[in-house]
């Protein structure tokens, strides 16, 4: 099993591009279901996700190759297996985006329920009874989800929280319906305003996307379309706190301001100096920073995915940071890795109180989920001396060649076997 060793305590400096994002990706690469003409996806993020999500769609009968220019084409017109196993699921929940657009495409479904993960227990009964509203006849058995309907139709939805995947697979089922579909309480992320454009593109009538109101008028078909997937916010936001707490000087190249303005706000209150531009993001810091307390909330509130890299920024920011976590009911699991490097933090319910430290210390640590393995990178790389992080495959599910990236910026940083 890989471990990632870092030496810590070098300023970043320099400059990286930031790859496309993997929750842009996901479910643009479903919504080629919903055509049997050729979807071309470019800026596709390597990640262990993404071949996930295509090794699926390939079980299913999807053709998947590589253009001239390494853009994904993805072509459904062989669509003959709409099933989605427990094997595959069970190792990626984005799996449940293949429901709504294999109803919407092939009249049917079976699709295994995702199991709970580590990060909560991420239930999906606000995709099923959207999907329900809109005609499906949809059964759980032997934890796989049996959906099938003749022709969906338009429906008025009303989603009780603000779910992101929930938000795409309705709108993507949507597409195909016949009549309106209204979603209310829609997530108004920016991946799913990337999805609404692709569906667009293909020829499908969204609109409201990125506002919590998004009506979908079905169309019969669908055609295909070229997309380039926009740029990953959780990974510029990763890299900013990384570049901050070490005290360097970084450019991200490919990214951009807009898509996580809470982000750039927080880090600027915890005195780092960020400049935006059209296609980049500058920023430099000196000096220690100020802890910065935090709560987490649907977009554009802070996003739950960098809790826990700010975290990591508060256990060796001066004062004290309170962050509260509103999405998911067990996300503070990197506390207990950050301890073991020396940081200060009290946990109760879903808060947590840091108490910046003079110092980290590298210690031998464990990933437990994605961003988790993603905040204890950024510790190793401000503790003093060596830091060794095992299970990092949950980290190469959503960061391309951190390492590489980070190296390029001057970290001591290395996979080891
Ligand atoms: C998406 O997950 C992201 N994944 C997550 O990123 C992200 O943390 C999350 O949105 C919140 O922003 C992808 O986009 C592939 P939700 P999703 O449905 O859609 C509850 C990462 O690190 N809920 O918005 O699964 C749910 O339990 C990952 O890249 C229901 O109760 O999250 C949670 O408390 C982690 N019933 C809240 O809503 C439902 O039917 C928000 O979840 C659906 C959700």
């Known amino acids: 099993m890989d471990k990632l060793l870092i030496e810590g305590g070098v300023p970043l400096s320099g400059e990286v591009s930031i790859s496309g994002a993997k929750n842009a990706a996901l479910p643009l690469i479903c919504a080629a279901l919903l055509t049997d003409r050729p979807l071309t996806l470019s800026n596709v993020p390597h990640l262990n996700d993404?071949?996930?999500?295509?090794?699926?769609?390939?079980?299913?009968?999807?053709?998947?190759?590589?253009?001239?220019?390494?853009?994904?084409?993805?072509?459904?017109?062989?669509?003959?297996?709409?099933?989605?196993?427990?094997?595959?699921?069970?190792?990626?929940?984005?799996?449940?985006?293949?429901?709504?657009?294999?109803?919407?495409?092939?009249?049917?479904?079976?699709?295994?329920?995702?199991?709970?993960?580590?990060?909560?227990?991420?239930?999906?009964?606000?995709?099923?009874?959207?999907?329900?509203?809109?005609?499906?006849?949809?059964?759980?058995?032997?934890?796989?989800?049996?959906?099938?309907?003749?022709?969906?139709?338009?429906?008025?939805?009303?989603?009780?929280?603000?779910?992101?995947?929930?938000?795409?697979?309705?709108?993507?089922?949507?597409?195909l319906a016949d009549g309106t579909t209204v979603i209310e309480n829609a997530a108004r992320e920016p991946e799913v305003v990337d999805l609404a454009n692709c569906l667009n593109a293909m020829g499908a009538k969204v609109s409201g996307a990125g506002g919590d109101i998004v009506t979908v008028e079905g169309v019969e078909r669908l055609a295909g379309a070229e997309h380039r997937i926009m740029p990953d916010r959780i990974e510029t936001g990763t890299f900013l706190v990384a570049a901050a707490v070490t005290g360097g000087r970084v450019r991200l190249n490919g990214t951009h301001c807009g898509i996580l303005d809470a982000v750039v706000e927080k880090l600027r209150e915890a005195g780092a100096r960020i400049d935006c531009h059209r296609d980049s993001i500058e920023i430099s810091a000196d000096g220690p920073l100020s802890a910065v307390s935090l709560r987490t909330a649907p977009y554009p509130a802070f996003p739950t995915d960098m809790q826990a890299q700010f975290m990591a920024l508060n256990c060796v920011a001066r004062g004290t940071g309170v962050i509260t976590e509103t999405i998911f009911e067990n996300r503070f699991m990197h506390a207990q890795e950050l301890r073991r490097l020396g940081a200060d933090i009290e946990i109760s319910g879903n808060t947590t109180v840091v108490k910046g430290v003079p110092r980290l210390d590298g210690a031998t640590v464990m990933a437990t989920d994605l961003r988790a393995s993603a905040c204890l990178v950024v510790a190793g790389l401000v503790a003093r001396g060596e830091t060794l992080i095992d299970r990092i495959y949950h980290l190469d599910r959503g960061y391309e060649h951190i390492e590489e990236k980070l190296s390029q910026l001057g970290a001591r940083i290395r996979r080891v076997h």
């Open 50 to 175: 993404v071949t996930t999500m295509l090794r699926l769609l390939v079980q299913m009968g999807v053709d998947v190759t590589l253009d001239e220019r390494n853009s994904l084409v993805l072509n459904a017109c062989g669509l003959n297996r709409p099933e989605a196993p427990y094997d595959m699921v069970k190792t990626m929940r984005a799996s449940i985006l293949t429901l709504g657009p294999l109803l919407a495409r092939a009249g049917r479904a079976r699709v295994s329920l995702p199991g709970g993960c580590a990060i909560g227990a991420r239930p999906v009964d606000i995709h099923i009874r959207g999907l329900q509203a809109m005609g499906a006849d949809i059964c759980v058995e032997h934890g796989y989800i049996l959906a099938q309907a003749q022709r969906l139709r338009g429906a008025r939805i009303f989603c009780d929280l603000v779910t992101v995947t929930g938000t795409e697979n309705l709108m993507m089922a949507a597409a």
